[in-house]
């Protein structure tokens, strides 16, 4: 994988929140359900999903940025040029150190790693110190993708997914579920000399044919007859949840919106949001009792005077 700095498009120096702005937006435009017909989108999606598992992970990413691992997570080769003075790199376990080079480098460190352990006194070239090895790498994560439904995501509805080993796991969805947001199944990863990686699971929400998400609130424009707007009436309204009861009150214009409480998405901090529900006025097309019932009456109300017209 390319430098997970420039897959994202963000500086070294971005931010946590940069970050993770970044990997959404892009985890969006190429999440393989909307890119169906570009078949390197989802070789795209998986290069992003990685950079931002190891950059979102504070531990993972000031190892890169030392230089200890890859952009794959794996353990960087012993040299490496880089920082102040063109010298070798620090000690990856980010101790004091003496020596030479602009970064402090100790070059006892890597006369041990070629050619075998020193002993309590000097190494080659007399370098002094008692040091150990790093400390062996948990193996590497595995990305997982799933997609789910717009009203599973809403009442955080059990999904199952297969993992790479075959098995099959049930996942509760977290609140404030949304596409981007990453779950992490520890120890499902690649197995590794300190034990196995995790899984991170990237899920997508799909969209939903009459509902629309508004931050934690689910918005809904509901049809209703002439009949129901003047008279007023109880109708059946669908939820996410399934159908309630709802008051239309007598006089009910187009654009009204009523107001569901705890129908909407779960939120982080506990609890749900709403759903808002829009009044659209349904009226009948080349009706002639209808027509000839308007006839016989007129609403002479300046209605547009607000407008100046």
């Given at each position: 994988?390319?430098d997970?700095y420039?897959?994202?498009?963000?500086?070294k120096?971005?931010?946590?929140?940069e970050?993770?702005?970044?990997?959404?937006?892009?985890?969006?435009?190429?999440?393989?359900?909307?890119?169906?017909?570009?078949p390197?989108?989802a070789?795209?999606?998986?290069?992003v999903?990685?950079?931002y598992?190891?950059?979102?992970d504070?531990?993972?990413?000031?190892?890169f940025?030392?230089?200890?691992?890859?952009?794959?997570?794996?353990p960087?080769m012993?040299?490496?040029?880089?920082?102040?003075?063109?010298?070798?790199?620090g000690?990856?376990?980010?101790?004091?150190?003496?020596?030479?080079?602009?970064?402090?480098?100790?070059?006892?460190?890597?006369?041990e790693?070629?050619?075998g352990?020193?002993?309590?006194?000097?190494?080659?070239?007399?370098?002094?110190g008692?040091?150990?090895?790093?400390?062996?790498?948990?193996?590497?994560?595995?990305?997982?993708?799933?997609?789910?439904?717009?009203v599973?995501?809403?009442?955080?509805?059990m999904?199952?997914?297969?993992?790479?080993?075959?098995?099959?796991?049930d996942?509760?969805?977290?609140?404030?579920?949304?596409?981007?947001?990453?779950?992490?199944?520890?120890g499902k990863?690649?197995?590794?000399?300190?034990?196995h990686?995790?899984?991170?699971?990237?899920?997508?929400?799909?969209?939903?044919?009459?509902?629309v998400?508004e931050?934690?609130?689910?918005r809904l424009?509901?049809?209703?007859t002439?009949?129901?707007a003047?008279?007023?009436?109880k109708?059946?309204?669908?939820?996410?949840?399934?159908?309630?009861?709802?008051?239309?009150?007598a006089?009910?214009t187009?654009?009204?919106?009523?107001?569901?409480?705890?129908?909407?998405?779960?939120?982080?901090?506990?609890?749900r949001?709403?759903?808002?529900?829009?009044?659209?006025?349904d009226i009948?097309?080349?009706?002639a009792?209808?027509a000839?019932?308007?006839?016989a009456?007129?609403?002479?109300?300046?209605?547009?005077?607000?407008?100046?017209?």
């Amino acid at each position: 994988m390319a430098d997970p700095y420039s897959t994202l498009g963000v500086a070294k120096a971005a931010s946590e929140a940069e970050i993770k702005t970044a990997y959404r937006k892009l985890a969006k435009e190429l999440h393989p359900d909307r890119n169906k017909d570009k078949p390197n989108a989802a070789e795209k999606f998986s290069d992003v999903t990685k950079a931002y598992d190891l950059l979102s992970d504070k531990t993972k990413r000031a190892q890169f940025d030392r230089g200890e691992i890859d952009a794959d997570g794996n353990p960087a080769m012993p040299f490496g040029f880089g920082g102040g003075g063109g010298g070798f790199r620090g000690d990856p376990r980010g101790q004091p150190q003496g020596g030479f080079g602009g970064d402090g480098a100790d070059f006892g460190d890597i006369f041990e790693g070629l050619f075998g352990g020193r002993g309590g006194g000097g190494g080659p070239f007399g370098f002094g110190g008692n040091r150990h090895a790093p400390p062996p790498a948990k193996g590497a994560n595995v990305g997982y993708r799933l997609s789910v439904s717009f009203v599973d995501a809403a009442t955080q509805a059990m999904q199952r997914i297969t993992l790479a080993d075959g098995k099959t796991i049930d996942l509760k969805l977290p609140a404030g579920v949304e596409t981007g947001t990453q779950m992490r199944l520890a120890g499902k990863g690649h197995p590794g000399a300190a034990g196995h990686g995790d899984g991170i699971v990237t899920i997508a929400v799909g969209d939903h044919p009459f509902y629309v998400r508004e931050g934690d609130n689910i918005r809904l424009d509901l049809p209703i007859t002439l009949n129901e707007a003047v008279k007023g009436a109880k109708i059946k309204v669908p939820t996410v949840d399934g159908p309630v009861m709802l008051s239309i009150p007598a006089g009910a214009t187009s654009g009204k919106v009523m107001r569901l409480k705890g129908k909407g998405f779960s939120r982080k901090g506990g609890g749900r949001g709403d759903q808002l529900v829009r009044l659209m006025v349904d009226i009948p097309k080349e009706d002639a009792d209808l027509a000839r019932l308007i006839e016989a009456w007129t609403d002479g109300r300046a209605v547009r005077a607000d407008l100046g017209v």
